[in-house]
């Protein structure tokens, strides 16, 4: 079918320039290859054995008739054989020559043309009871010459199916005496043959006998394939099943499993490497756990470091109070002690009773954070706030805070960037004696940056040790998308904590 033809298989239903005809048949397209169903393993392998078995029968067909055509060939073109059929008509020749001489002329002639006409067609009996013809495989080229007794050409005959003429280097010439019944000669005969064998002829003629025999190696080779495709799906669907009964437990966790297959073939060798894959992601998988579990374990040592800890130091400060206050209520005089410790007191165990509740609800947070989060997004300086207004309610510091407002973080971002804040702040109360604090917030594109800047003691970043504190703040500032704090500082001038990030919409910031 031509390029043309094939493009009419679709009938347009409006002009070439026609969409909608074209985006309903693209519909129509792709609503067919949905519900087509796709042919099982064995049908693909039965069309497949089919195609190869017509395939292979018909080359065989063309290859052995080609052998026993040329076998036949040689055994045809022989001297006895061509001598044999002249035999069969050297009765016409002989009865033409016994012909008075005036009259012989045209029945030499006809009898001369009737032997090289059926030398033409030289042929063999085959093995099969049928007859081979030379022209079958080449293009032969008859003369023959009939002379009279005293030796005088009477007559040439010459017949040729359109060959390579006697330049064949297969030419035969031979010479047949003509003789009457009671022995007198009457002249001879010399007949020339050239036959030379064709392989491209030999193969167009099988090749038209295995088109012709088309229709029962057509069925054969379905009944060949059928059976064959049959046999090969069962021999590796069956193996894949055992394949995927392995791979189906390892799915759910279990690689205690291995795939055995005793076939030694391709199957085998595939099992094989997908049971080393099995023991290298259980490994993987138990390192990975064993990494989680660490990980988990020092998030959780964090949390509390950052939260339950500055909590339980303020607590510590408060009780502190409470200490030193009854002592000196020790020193008072007896008379209106107890009126004055209780007003001195209630202030201090009202402050140790927040701080409490607070580390308790900071112990419900970490709980809460082992579970699945459920809130995409939260203010991040609405929960800064409330933390700075206890900072500067108990600890008598001056705390100011600026940009970031309206500033959007996903959830594991604004957990990390409170404590950090939160430790920032509690490193400058506890080791700076810092009394003056800053918060800031900017944006530059893309990058955000948070400084926090204190008027404390300050401290030499190259002797001073890594607590756990600044060990948590680099840590949490490490999870930040491109993630970095820096800490600078000075014996006099207070301590500096820079923390940069990148991040946009897609990594969870955003000003609303």
Not at 65 to 71: K, P, V
Not at 89 to 115: F, G, M, Q
Not at 122 to 151: N, W, Y
Not at 251 to 261: A, Q, Y
């Amino acid at each position: 079918m031509s390029a043309a033809g094939s493009a009419q298989v679709w009938p347009e239903s409006g002009a070439p320039g026609d969409q909608t005809s074209g985006q309903g048949r693209t519909r129509w397209l792709r609503f067919w290859r949905l519900r087509a169903p796709r042919p099982r393993l064995w049908v693909r392998l039965w069309a497949a054995y089919a195609a190869l078995c017509l395939v292979g029968i018909s080359c065989l067909m063309i290859a052995s008739g080609a052998l026993i055509d040329t076998q036949n060939y040689f055994t045809s073109y022989t001297e006895q054989n061509i001598a044999d059929r002249f035999n069969e008509d050297a009765p016409l020749l002989r009865a033409a020559l016994a012909l008075p001489k005036n009259d012989r002329a045209h029945s030499v002639e006809a009898a001369a043309a009737t032997i090289a006409s059926n030398l033409l067609e030289l042929q063999v009996r085959t093995d099969f009871d049928g007859k081979f013809l030379i022209t079958s495989v080449s293009d032969p080229r008859v003369r023959v010459t009939v002379f009279g007794a005293d030796g005088e050409a009477i007559t040439q005959a010459a017949y040729t199916s359109g060959g390579v003429g006697p330049h064949n280097p297969r030419r035969m010439s031979v010479l047949y005496p003509i003789e009457a019944t009671d022995g007198r000669r009457l002249g001879e005969a010399q007949v020339d043959y050239a036959a030379r064998y064709n392989l491209m002829k030999t193969l167009r003629g099988k090749a038209a006998w295995a088109i012709a025999m088309s229709p029962i190696t057509a069925v054969t080779s379905i009944i060949i394939g059928l059976m064959c495709g049959l046999a090969a799906a069962h021999y590796v669907t069956s193996r894949l099943r055992r394949i995927d009964a392995v791979t189906s437990k390892w799915r759910l966790g279990d690689f205690s499993e291995r795939i055995t297959l005793a076939s030694g073939d391709e199957l085998e060798t595939h099992a094989e490497r997908l049971n080393a894959m099995a023991m290298e992601l259980q490994t993987f998988l138990t390192l990975k756990q064993a990494v989680g579990v660490a990980e988990e374990r020092n998030r959780i040592a964090r949390d509390l470091h950052d939260t339950v800890k500055q909590k339980l130091f303020a607590l510590g400060l408060q009780l502190a109070v409470v200490r030193a206050k009854s002592s000196e209520q020790e020193t008072q005089p007896i008379s209106g002690r107890a009126d004055d410790a209780g007003n001195a007191f209630a202030a201090n165990i009202s402050e140790a009773e927040a701080i409490t509740r607070e580390a308790q609800r900071d112990v419900l947070e970490i709980i809460t954070q082992l579970r699945p989060a459920t809130d995409a997004s939260a203010d991040l300086i609405g929960q800064i706030r409330p933390m700075i207004d206890d900072y500067e309610r108990r600890f008598d510091v001056k705390i100011s805070l600026s940009g970031g407002e309206g500033m959007v973080a996903a959830p594991h971002a604004e957990i990390n960037l409170v404590r950090i804040i939160q430790e920032a702040i509690a490193n400058a109360i506890r080791h700076g004696r810092a009394r003056l604090i800053q918060i800031s917030f900017r944006r530059v594109a893309d990058a955000w940056s948070l400084k926090v800047e204190d008027d404390g003691v300050g401290f030499d970043p190259q002797t001073t040790h890594k607590g756990l504190g600044i060990q948590s703040i680099e840590q949490r500032a490490n999870e930040l998308p491109a993630g970095r704090a820096r800490y600078s500082a000075s014996h006099n001038g207070g301590a500096t904590l820079t923390v940069s990030w990148s991040g946009g919409p897609e990594d969870g910031y955003s000003n609303q």
